[in-house]
């Protein structure tokens, strides 16, 4: 799944990716980015 990364400005191919849920009950995914290692964030089901 693909992911906005805020350190490279890019779109990049989620490392790990993970179903989780956040506070409000809605869905996301997190993952890492392969190229720098930050966590990477996608709002909605996966």
Request: charged share 25%.
């Amino acid at each position: 799944m693909q992911a906005y990364c805020v350190k490279c400005r890019t779109k990049r191919e989620m490392k790990n990716p993970k179903a989780i849920t956040m506070k409000n009950g809605k869905p996301a995914t997190q993952g890492t980015c392969p190229v720098c290692g930050t966590k990477m964030f996608r709002i909605g089901k996966s």
